[in-house]
């Protein structure tokens, strides 16, 4: 049981270009999440989704996108790289239903810089 | 939306001594408070957590405390160990749903020998 996995673990980019970060999850969960983390700021939510084929935006979408695909799956893309995206980003997973622990279990996340 | 206000962002205690970190959050609705811990270089981590039909939950040197009407909860810790150094973050749910989080900004807690 790996939990949460995230893929890369660092990547440096130059500005315009573009990448995939991979978040997967083992443990049947059906609501995941992506976060960026910068310092001061805590973790502000990027897009979630409550199940297979969803996604929504949270607290500072712009620049990105999701897919969720497969249940186990949650892809982040970055289409055209800028240097405000430096940051590192944490996945997350959580069980589904107000009854069930509401725990979300993070990634160990994916140090991003953009030159 | 939510807003979940931390403090203090930094503190520093003597190996032995309590520590309290304290949150306000702005939406009414909220009712699920987790706490995280997150040390250096690592991922944050679950550590107490506590819903809004309760108003004090314990976990050992670990304790949370919330006040709906007041709109804050805190979080407290007894008897501090050098491995308690780390940074905690509050979050309450928002949007009126439980799997929603908005976290606040972090205390970064020194716990010095």
């Known amino acids: 049981n790996a939990g949460v996995t995230q893929t890369p673990k660092f990547r440096v980019l130059k500005t315009g270009q573009s990448m995939t970060l991979l978040c997967a999850q083992d443990?049947?969960?059906?609501?995941m999440y992506w976060y960026r983390q910068d310092p001061g700021m805590g973790l502000r939510l990027i897009h979630y989704?409550?199940?297979?084929?969803?996604?929504a935006k949270g607290e500072v979408p712009d620049g990105y996108n999701v897919s969720r695909l497969k249940k186990q799956n949650f892809l982040l893309g970055l289409e055209s790289a800028a240097p405000s995206q430096t940051s590192v980003y944490f996945c997350?997973?959580?069980?589904?239903?107000?009854?069930?622990?509401?725990?979300?279990?993070f990634g160990p996340g994916t140090r991003l810089t953009v030159l | 939306g939510e807003n979940v206000e931390q403090h203090p962002s930094t503190l520093s205690v003597q190996e032995g001594d309590s520590a309290v970190i304290k949150c306000t959050y702005s939406?009414?609705?909220?009712?699920?408070f987790p706490w995280y811990k997150q040390e250096l270089g690592k991922r944050p981590q679950l550590i107490i957590d506590?819903?809004?039909?309760?108003g004090e939950k314990k976990d050992q040197r670990i304790a949370v405390t919330l006040n709906k009407t007041a709109k804050h909860f805190s979080l407290h810790i007894t008897e501090t160990q050098p491995e308690d150094s780390a940074v905690y973050f509050c979050?309450?749910?928002?949007?009126?749903?439980?799997?929603?989080?908005?976290f606040g900004k972090g205390t970064l807690l020194t716990v010095n020998p």
């Open positions: 979050a309450a749910s928002s949007g009126g749903s439980n799997y929603k989080l908005t």
């Open positions: 443990m049947n969960h059906e609501y």
């Open positions: 506590i819903r809004s039909n309760v």
């Open positions: 939406d009414s609705a909220s009712n699920y």
């Open positions: 997350a997973s959580s069980y589904f239903g107000a009854s069930l622990t509401d725990t979300q279990y």
């Open positions: 989704s409550v199940g297979e084929g969803t996604t």
